[in-house]
């Protein structure tokens, strides 16, 4: 009896599974849901600040000056300790949880930036790749992210792996993962994006302090603001991989179920054009890569509702990029697809060729 318990629980969680991959529907309405989620927590403590400041801030706005780490010397300060998570089954590896100063300071408790590292050998003299993951990432997530560590690890790359602010041990106590990133205050919300970026270089630069071989980038959704803003003009990644990547801001602000909100900033003195400027500035669209075009993979899906086709195919053209894939999924199932993950791995192996 148990038995039979087990299979028809199996047999339904497997029709759920193919009824959701299958039904373009639901795959829009969960993307829909997720904006949704991200609009309440902007309601439920709405403080927008001062729209005076968030014009001064546009007016004086530089990339170098907000997302340009300090000259020093981080071998000096970073903090490494063991991790004891997100392991693989591979006993030849090594976990380490690199510790830095933050300039985020909602929270005593998690005032540091944190990163995680995944090592197959010595960094000295190796491949690195940094690895940046989107809002909302969680000890759950690491199910699903995992299978682009094995097939990294595979071609001999370190993994180093960024912790965002409110996220996992840097979320506040008694909060969500993620809840908290975005809030009411677009000027807040701007320079969290960018304090991430700084993080990144800060990363960059300690990476290229210990004589690493190469470092590239992977990064996902909202991840890919904050590498591509970090790495503006830094160093030259060796490849770049951008899955499902926030590329607009005001695509998500200028969404329908927004419309309320939109009215709101507005009574407070934040006409949307204040918005849409103020979002552009972190708004991977309007900034090129540096790096070789045929050196870059994009896996995006053709329902993604925070990432409208015409967006991605836009910065497509103006990046040049040669590697693009679509899949028949949204923004909240695309780590669902078994083909990105088998892409993935087509694209590291010619990667190794070059």
Known sequence: MLNNIK??????????????????????????????????????????????????????????????????????????????????????????????????????????????????????????????????????????????????????????????????ERTEIGKKSGEGFFGASILNNTENILKSSKELNMVIKYLKSIKVKSISGWAGSMGVPMLILGNHNNIKFEHLVLMIPVLNFNTVFMHKNFKELLGKYNGYGFPIQIIKSANDLISPIHYKLFVNSNNIQILYGKYDQLNPVSTIKKFERDNKVINIIGYNLS????????????????????????
């Open 7 to 168: 299979y028809f629980k199996n047999l339904f969680a497997i029709t759920l599974f193919l009824f959701i991959f299958n039904c373009v529907f639901i795959q829009k309405k969960l993307d829909e849901i997720g904006i949704n989620d991200i609009k309440n927590e902007i309601l439920s403590d709405f403080q927008p600040g001062d729209p005076n400041k968030l014009k001064e801030f546009i007016n004086n706005f530089s990339l170098n000056k907000y997302s340009s780490s300090s000259p020093i010397n981080y071998k000096n300060i970073i903090k490494i300790k063991k991790l004891n998570k997100w392991h693989l089954k591979d006993s030849h590896l090594n976990y380490e949880k690199w510790i830095f100063p933050s300039e985020f300071d909602y929270n005593a408790r998690t005032n540091k930036a944190i990163f995680y590292v995944i090592k197959k050998q010595s960094l000295k003299k190796s491949k690195v790749i940094l690895w940046v993951p989107g809002k909302g990432v969680s000890d759950f997530a690491f199910n699903f992210i995992k299978k682009f560590f094995k097939i990294e690890l595979k071609y001999n790359y370190n993994i180093v792996i960024y912790i965002p602010a409110y996220h996992l």
């Open 331 to 354: 923004h909240a199932t695309i780590l669902l697809s078994k083909k990105m993950y088998t892409d993935y791995d087509k694209f590291l192996k010619k990667i190794q060729t070059k």
